[in-house]
């Protein structure tokens, strides 16, 4: 989590939201990362969230692991509570972190190694907790502290900077998700912001597990010819099957839907995602269906990215277990105890 | 020598043949008669099948741990009966279901021998295959109640307790009882057993096992979110405070609930989840046996530097490995104490009966609030799985919890800036502040080095200033953690140290020492880090006794570890084959040591 600090001066026409606060009152330290990760563009694209949905800073929890993904919650929003766990350790922390406190907001960075390796036991368990949060996946396919391992991600066919190519079958934190029932699952590219920052309003809005799988490429170790991984490829063969609008509560619905090919999404603030499928005969509300759609696209070396499934009924975690609203360090100690001569009662059993 | 209210009752059966209720209504019968009881169960790594015993010490004189000596078998277990038989002392009686023939060569001539055809009565008397397997154990029972004077009216008072609901089931027990209590009667005319005499010796007493008495104590503690992996002998510490929540955790204006308990995907998860709740300022926990220490261990070491409370509950078994799940040991002292890599060490509370695990749990939320940082419970499976004879629990109702040093938002407002990690008080323990609290308060919580203000650091001096400060948060830990109990019998310049469960044969052991005038002074400690006082105490003296239940003397190298003991002043008696320590090893192996030369 190395920073450096940053220079807190800004163009005093800089536009502010609700809360009388600028983009600059929502940055962090300095990225240390390499010139041209992709991860510094998903920093920027939450950044932008977070401002546009007028969240206040200490509101909101920034949770990781281990890894380069894992170091950006430091480069961003430095008014938050962050926790760099340990590595792959993450999705417990939050677990534990929303139990005790459901009015926070949640944002979970991760990375390929640190949710598909080390992290995937507690990654699908969250996922099958229905924790309601946003996890996000920045993914590019490879090791980046320990410089150019495989990660778990990469595909097939793919070429190190030196060495074989990859020959195991890669996990697909999509699909892996769709089989474990996570109720927002989107994909999108570091490289293409406009389709990122509605996609990750959504799933900060989403009430559920939501998951952003992000190809972020990594200029370092995996931007190279015969990456699967790389800037270039990921341009190629990237395709937009279902994109998000993010529509704020009472703001009125202005641009134009295509009947048949639209589907608004309401989510608990009164706001609304507005989804618009590229692909008219595309059902992001239907598992089975994503499945094979996502197997055949894949097959055909496509990857494809939006807002691939929803689901906006099931219950989230507290809800499923029954907790009060109250955060638990709120409620009184003397509420948490037997009533006085209760004790007593308690013996009699043991007698 | 059995002796009126000092007899050993033990029950050989198989797992899973519901033997355990019946073992408890003995038990708690010849409790209602005011004489101590100690209830030991000995049980198998298995669902059903394999043998298991249990083990029921009267004693008049309110010993704690097991007795060395079996004076009445009840040997129901066809399995394990030549053993069982072998195990009664000389004089003593051995009772077997004589439905069906017995080998003439499977006799003692220095014991008394009781066939009662249980299944017999049972099968006649009642229907259905579970009904009969659990009447024959209430049966015996009755057999014992006969031999050694148990009153019947206590008998069929508890029965009417237990059974307030099922009226039926009270007669057709009391009936199965009888079939015992009467065939006993009727047919036994060899020398008795000593009789179970009324006494005053168990008022304002309760008995209890150390899981139950755990989760009592996080219910008082306000213990909030408990996060586990179900691990033998620890689970029936997360049912219990399951069932006291469902009691007392219900938010009455809303109906929902006032905790939350999560089964983790394994303990690494688990240990995660508390560290994520406390962060949060919940009061959390985790119930684990060994196996989850090592799990946890990166973790604990991520809440000893980035300073988060939690509180762990290790009922101990028996090592290495998977070793015996079902069987005792002490022997995760120092997998505890410096769970982790790099610089670590933990605190650690050592109860010695469930009254301790009682009073321990609201104590471990303290000090894991108070010092930030992990704090360990120590018990084992002698202590979280068996019937202790312990004082009634007390809870003072104007006891305020010590939630540490947490800054409000009103006290973050009146700050200039806040800094985590700083030594403002001087006792090495900083100000901390809860996520969503106030917008001044932030900080970023991590594993990586990091400086007194709370950012990453590489930068040598920074990374040691804080380390160093942890060390003095050690320092104020020692004068925190609960000091040792110690007794003085006489001038001796030798001493017995324990900790733990040992603590009952220890005591035993030096009554018995006492009667043959070798007179040894006590100490048991109660927590890791030790007080000065532990110190005062060994210096005192010239060998001290660390008796312990592991191979490797995990205390004593504690001990030497923290203090910068003379080694050979510390004399090992190590006890770790599975069973709970009794007094007689203790004095066995003091004895041996004085013949040693060792003086005492």
């Known amino acids: 989590m190395s920073y450096i600090a940053k220079p807190r001066i800004s163009h005093p026409s800089i536009r502010k939201n609700k809360l009388g606060l600028t983009s600059r009152d929502y940055e962090g330290a300095v990225s240390t990362l390499c010139a041209g990760c992709g991860h510094d563009s998903v920093t920027a694209a939450i950044i932008q969230v977070v401002f546009d949905l007028d969240i206040e800073p200490h509101m909101l929890a920034k949770m990781s692991g281990i890894g380069c993904s894992s170091k950006t919650p430091a480069y961003f929003v430095q008014q938050s509570h962050g926790f760099n766990s340990v590595h792959g350790r993450m999705p417990s922390v939050t677990t534990g972190a929303n139990t005790a406190n459901r009015h926070l907001t949640y944002i979970g960075v991760s990375g390929d190694g640190d949710s598909l390796s080390i992290g995937v036991g507690q990654f699908v368990h969250a996922i099958r907790r229905n924790v309601n949060m946003c996890y996000i996946i920045e993914n590019n396919g490879v090791y980046g502290l320990t410089k150019g391992q495989f990660s778990a991600s990469a595909d097939i066919g793919s070429k190190p900077k030196k060495g074989l190519p990859n020959q195991q079958e890669p996990i697909d934190p999509v699909s892996t998700a769709l089989s474990l029932g996570a109720t927002y699952i989107a994909r999108s590219f570091s490289g293409d912001k406009a389709q990122l920052v509605p996609l990750i309003k959504g799933a900060l809005l989403h009430k559920g597990f939501s998951l952003v799988d992000i190809i972020s490429p990594c200029v370092t170790f995996n931007d190279h010819e015969g990456s699967t991984k790389s800037y270039a490829h990921t341009r190629e063969f990237y395709n937009h099957v279902v994109d998000v609008d993010y529509i704020a509560p009472f703001e009125e619905i202005t641009a134009e839907y295509e009947q048949g090919s639209s589907m608004p999404v309401v989510m608990h603030d009164g706001s609304k995602i507005m989804l618009r499928k590229i692909d008219a005969d595309y059902d992001p509300t239907s598992r089975a269906g994503a499945f094979k759609y996502l197997r055949e696209r894949f097959n055909a070396g496509e990857i494809v990215t939006g807002l691939l499934y929803i689901d906006d009924e099931r219950k989230e975690m507290h809800d499923l277990m029954g907790n009060v609203d109250t955060p638990f360090a709120e409620l009184p100690m003397e509420s948490l105890r037997p009533p006085q001569g209760e004790l007593e009662k308690i013996l009699k059993r043991y007698r | ?600």
Request: with cysteine.
């Open chain 2, 1 to 600: 020598m059995a002796g009126t209210n000092d007899i050993v009752i033990k029950i050989a059966t198989v797992n899973g043949t519901g033997s355990a209720s019946a073992n408890g209504l003995l038990r708690k019968a010849i409790f209602r008669m005011g004489v101590p009881v100690v209830g030991k169960n000995y049980f198998p790594s298995n669902i059903q099948g394999l043998p298991t015993w249990y083990e029921i010490r009267v004693t008049k004189d309110g010993y704690q741990s097991r007795s060395d000596r079996v004076d009445i078998m009840v040997a129901m277990n066809v399995q394990t009966y030549i053993q069982d038989m072998a195990a009664v002392a000389p004089g003593g009686w051995l009772i077997y279901d004589s439905t069906w023939p017995r080998g003439r060569q499977l006799d003692r001539d220095d014991i008394t021998v009781i066939g009662v055809p249980l299944s017999r009565l049972c099968n006649e008397r009642f229907d259905g295959v579970r009904t009969r397997i659990l009447m024959k154990n209430i049966a015996y029972v009755g057999v014992i109640a006969a031999l050694t004077n148990i009153d019947l009216e206590v008998i069929k008072g508890l029965l009417e307790e237990t059974f307030a609901e099922k009226q039926h089931l009270i007669a057709a027990n009391m009936e199965a009882i009888h079939l015992g209590y009467d065939y006993a009667v009727e047919n036994f005319s060899g020398p008795t057993p000593p009789r179970v005499e009324k006494m005053d010796a168990t008022r304002r007493h309760i008995v209890i096992d150390g899981n139950t008495a755990s989760a009592l104590g996080c219910v008082y503690a306000g213990a909030t979110v408990g996060a586990w992996y179900p691990i033998t002998p620890s689970t029936s510490l997360m049912d219990g405070f399951r069932a006291f929540c469902a009691e007392y955790r219900i938010d009455p204006e809303s109906g929902k609930r006032t905790y939350a308990i999560i089964q983790a995907e394994d303990e690494l998860a688990a240990i995660g989840m508390v560290f994520g709740a406390s962060w949060m300022g919940a009061r959390a926990f985790t119930p684990t046996s060994g196996p989850g220490i090592s799990l946890m261990s990166e973790f604990i070491g991520y809440g000893y530097y980035a300073e988060i409370p939690a509180v762990i509950f290790n009922v101990q078994r028996t090592g290495p490995s998977t070793g015996m799940p079902t069987r005792t040991q002490q022997s995760d002292i120092l997998s505890c104490a410096y769970a982790s890599h790099g610089d670590t060490k933990h605190v650690l509370l050592f109860p010695a009966d469930p009254h301790e695990c009682f009073t321990m749990a609201p104590q471990a939320f303290d000090l894991a609030d108070r010092l930030q940082t992990p704090v360990m419970v120590l018990s084992d499976l002698d202590i979280g799985m068996n019937d202790w004879m312990v004082p009634e629990f007390e809870w003072d109702e104007s006891y305020v919890h010590d939630r540490g040093k947490v800054l409000s938002a009103e006290d973050i407002e009146g700050m200039e800036a806040f800094y985590r990690y700083l030594d403002v008080d001087g006792d090495g323990i900083p100000y901390r502040t809860l996520p969503g609290t106030h917008p001044k308060g932030s900080y970023f919580t991590r594993g990586s080095g990091h400086t007194k203000y709370g950012a990453y650091t590489e930068n040598a001096t920074d990374y040691q200033e804080v380390i160093d400060r942890l060390d003095v948060k050690w320092e104020t830990a020692r004068q925190l953690v609960p000091e040792p109990e110690i007794a003085y019998s006489k001038f001796n310049n030798a001493a017995i140290l324990t900790v733990g469960s040992g603590n009952g044969a220890c005591k035993e052991a030096l009554d018995r020492l006492g009667e043959q005038n070798v007179g040894l002074n006590y100490c048991r400690v109660k927590a890791f880090p030790f007080s000065e006082a532990v110190r005062e105490f060994i210096d005192k003296h010239e060998v001290v006794y660390v008796v312990e239940q592991n191979r490797d003397a995990q205390l004593r190298a504690l001990l030497i570890l923290d203090f910068d003991l003379r080694p050979d002043k510390l004399v090992s008696l190590l006890h770790y084959n599975g069973i709970p320590m009794n007094a007689g090893f203790v004095v066995d192996k003091v004895l041996e040591e004085i013949s040693k030369g060792r003086a005492a």
